[in-house]
């Protein structure tokens, strides 16, 4: 990956519409060399996407809570499959510490928080966090 490429890479985090032929025009190569490299990096797996970001407090999501959660290595198979399914799940990391897995979530109250948790502790101990608010929103790392 050069120089080109990463300036292809912070246009399209700015702006994941951009058309080819915008780019190109930023990058100083045709549309066709343009497309070519945006393929390329798709296929190496450096561009995994475009999608829409999206405000999940417009749907109601006002809860946003961190919770940590003990997870055995052995539930782990059972585990995985699981988290996969709940849609209130942002993102679920295997992490250091005292606790195995740390999961970001959203939810429409605490009640269905409390459920979730409920449900969570059959994998073992946790600790919530519930977040006021995020004065650093997610974003991408420097390119």
């Keep these: 990956m050069d120089a080109v490429d990463k300036k292809i890479i912070k246009i399209l985090l700015e702006n994941g519409r951009a058309s080819v032929k915008d780019i190109a025009r930023k990058v100083f190569l045709s549309s066709p060399a343009t497309s070519a ?18 405000d999940y407090r417009q749907f109601g999501y006002h809860i946003k809570a961190f919770i940590n959660l003990e997870v055995e290595p052995n539930q782990k198979k059972e585990f995985y499959p699981y988290i996969q399914k709940i849609g209130n799940v942002i993102e679920c990391s295997c992490v250091t510490g005292d606790y195995s897995m740390l999961i970001e979530t959203a939810f429409q109250s605490t009640e269905q928080l409390d459920h979730f948790i409920n449900e969570l502790q059959h994998f073992g101990k946790t600790k919530t966090l519930i977040a006021f608010s995020t004065s650093v929103e997610h974003r991408d790392v420097p390119v």
């Design 37 to 54: 490299r945006i393929e390329k990096m798709e296929k190496a797996g450096v561009i995994r996407g475009y999608h829409a970001e999206v």
